[in-house]
Structure formats: C-alpha cells, structure tokens
C-alpha cells in the first residue's frame, strides 16, 4: 500500500513513531522493529509483542527492550499509547511525507538533512578560515577511525592533489596519538577529524590530546560541543540519518567537498598548478581508460 493511500489517522501514527524514534541511538535490532512498525503502522496497536517479533525476525525481550529505549515503562505501555489517537497538530510543522518505503524514506530524511545542510553554508566564514588554517598546515594530518575512516580516506586523497603534504590518519589507538606527535614535530598546525556516529573514545582522546599538543582543530561531526570537550576550534556540522540498519550521511561527504574547495580557494594559484601537474602526470602514465 503506498503512503498515498493513506487515511491521515495512519499519517499521524506514522508520524508519530518517527517522532518518538528521531535522534535516539538505536541497536541495529531495534531499527527492525521500527522499520517493522513504520511498515505495518495501521496494526500497531494490535499486535502484541510475540507477533511484532516474529513480524521483525527478533526475539521478544528485544521488542521489550525497544519499548524500553523510547522511554516506556514495557511494551504494553507503548502499544496502549500508540492506539491513542495522535494530536491533529503533529503534521502541523511542515513536514510532508512522501516515501513509500523504507529505502525512500531514507532517502527523503537525507534530502531533508541536506536543507539543513544548505542553510547553515549561508556564512561561510567557517568553511573559509578552516581552509585557509588546512593550507598553512605542513604536514596536514587528517583523522578518521571506524565508521569515519571512510569519510576521512576519501578527504585525504582528494585533499593531496592540492596539498602534497597531507597525511591520513586511521589507524587505532596509541598509534593515532603517536602519528599526531610525529606530525606536530615536522611542523603541523591544523587536525581535520571525521567524528560521526558512534564516537569512538579514543578519538575523543585524541582530539583532547592534538589540543594539548598546540595543534588547531576542525571537526567535521553532529556531535555536540560538550562530547568534545572543548577540543575543536571549528566545528563543521553534519546530520545523520538513523533510519537504516547502518547510519549514513550525506552532508557528511558534502561537507568534505566544501572544505576542499575553500582549501582551493585559500591558494587558488598554487592550487592550479598543483592540479596541472597531476593532471600531465596522469595523462603520461595512462593511469585512467579514456
């Protein structure tokens, strides 16, 4: 059945569930449920916990646990308040929901993550001194563990084109803090961390630590300024989509494109030349098929 069909009652106890569900860090088991029930949402409040885990291939401690996790008290709880009718006020913000499954409604919450994207590039004054602090910065060390290490790979290759002196930084622990002061030694000044979900403590760490070290750090990441603990100096905003088994970001990578153009910006001369010769470089080695 596609959304289109929908009786605003099933509208609204879908919104609902999103509601209830928005910004929370759930386990990949209870982002089943919740695909389970945005799917199935005309019978939430009938099934009882045994059937929505056989619906979700769970077990039904999990369902109980998930109930948990949203703030009730067990799953009777949140039946019983998911069969309330919902306030006739709860799509009265604008939101407008097109997808009809969960892959589109992925989609849809990155293209809504990405307006928030485009409105906080209005002032780019961040994105323009966090370049020009990047192309001051020899050796620049970029930083990226677990979930954002592929994020901080892609930066870094991009990034070396026009900055030769770049180095990716993704390894684990000890050894990241180790790299952070071989850098500092050979003059480093500026550490671009990729910081997204979840946050790994030894990056946390580590940032604290390149502080302590006179390094001036930017962090790309949707964490809040608290769970930095006062280590970066520029914080370049992300979202992230939770909706899937996996999160996924797209303004992530948007951002990293952002930061490598205002790099480009800061030394648009050097920048050019640097590219030329990559460019000759390429060409001469065959490297790409026509």
């Known amino acids: 059945m596609t959304v289109a069909s929908e009786t605003p009652t099933k509208l609204q106890l879908r919104r609902k569930i999103e509601l209830l569900t928005h910004g929370r860090r759930l386990t990949p088991t209870h982002r089943r449920i919740i695909h389970c ?27 109980s646990r998930f109930a948990m996790a949203l703030g009730y008290s067990g799953f009777q709880e949140m039946r019983a308040d998911l069969r309330e009718p919902a306030p006739p006020g709860i799509l009265n913000d604008g939101y407008k929901l097109q997808a ?12 809504k993550n990405l307006g928030v994207a485009f409105s906080a590039v209005q002032d780019v004054s961040r994105l323009q001194e966090a370049g ?28 070396a084109k026009i900055h030769p002196f770049t180095r990716l930084i993704s390894d684990g622990g000890s050894l990241v803090d180790d790299h952070l002061e071989q850098n500092r030694a050979m003059g480093a000044t500026t550490l671009l961390t990729f910081l997204l979900p979840l946050y790994p403590l030894e990056v946390i760490n580590s940032l604290k630590f390149a502080k302590n070290l006179g390094y001036f750090n930017i962090v790309i990441t949707d964490a809040s300024k608290e769970k930095l603990q006062d ?13 899937l088994v996996f999160d996924s970001s797209c303004s992530a990578n948007m951002t ?7 790099m480009s910006d800061a030394a648009i001369e050097y920048v050019d030349g640097r590219l030329q ?14």
Not at 100 to 111: T, V
Not at 277 to 290: D, G, W
């Open 100 to 111: 009809g499954n969960k892959f589109q409604a992925a989609i849809e919450a990155e293209i």
């Open 37 to 63: 029930l945005l799917e199935g949402v005309e019978n939430v409040g009938l099934l009882s916990s045994a059937e929505l885990a056989n619906l979700a291939n769970v077990s039904q401690p999990s369902v």
């Open 132 to 159: 020009r602090s990047i192309m001051q910065s020899r050796p620049f060390p970029v930083l990226g563990a677990r979930a954002s290490s592929g994020y901080a790979t892609q930066f870094a290759y991009y990034a």
């Open 256 to 262: 990293s494109f952002f930061l490598l153009e205002s």
């Open 231 to 243: 280590s970066a100096d520029i914080i370049l905003p992300i979202s992230v989509n939770s909706s």
């Open 277 to 290: 010769a990559s460019e000759q470089s390429t060409k001469k080695r065959r490297v790409f098929a026509k």
